[in-house]
């Protein structure tokens, strides 16, 4: 186990992950953001979890210590690490084991670079019926983790990957229900849908 004992977040800020923020990105890109995360089929909590992470926003013990608190930091999920928000929703190995999981279902590589190419590249690198279930199993997937965490470090909570999956896939098949889009019934789409248990809404013919 590592502990971070830290009385200063500026000085002992190495390690610590930069996320990319919305000012570093385009006017356009920042619009189609919005778009994606603030939509009906998503609930406004994970909606606003995603869009603090983008900003740098959430009190991740990295962004306390920058803030001047001091604390010992440590990753509740793993054990194994200081707990940045890059390492809590990213690279943690609980994480990191339902996004494995999440590319297997949705056959997709996802980019870990940033929240915001994450996001982009998926949604652009599935089909267009998919991507709303795409974007509730990242959404989802972010908002699952951080109330996993804050289950641990706040009421003790015994937290399980299994379990965590199941509660996942149920919150997909719920939006699933919520959007409007549908498709032609391709192969890959239909396979997707069966392993996730989204009942598929057929585009009409013309
Ligand atoms: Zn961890």
Known sequence: MMLLIVSSGRT??????????LTSISKAT???LATLIWCNFIPPSCSFLMWRIIH???PTDDNLRSRGCVLVSVCALCLHAY???????????FARSIWVWLEGKLRCKFDFSSPVDMLLRCLSAVRLLL??????????????IWMARNGIKLNNANISLHPTLIKI??????????????CWPDSIA??????????PKHRPPP
Do not use: P, W
Not at 131 to 144: P, W
């Open 56 to 58: 740098n926003r959430m």
């Open 12 to 21: 002992l800020r190495t390690g610590c992950y930069q996320l990319v923020m």
């Open 83 to 93: 707990e940045t928000t890059r390492h809590l929703f990213f690279d943690c190995q």
């Open 131 to 144: 991507r709303d279930i795409a974007l509730a199993d990242i959404l989802h997937t972010i908002h699952t």
């Open 30 to 32: 920042t619009c189609l």
């Open 190 to 199: 239909l396979q997707v849908m069966r392993d996730l248990q989204v009942f």
């Open 169 to 182: 896939n149920t919150a997909i098949l719920l939006t699933a229900g919520l959007s409007n889009n549908s």
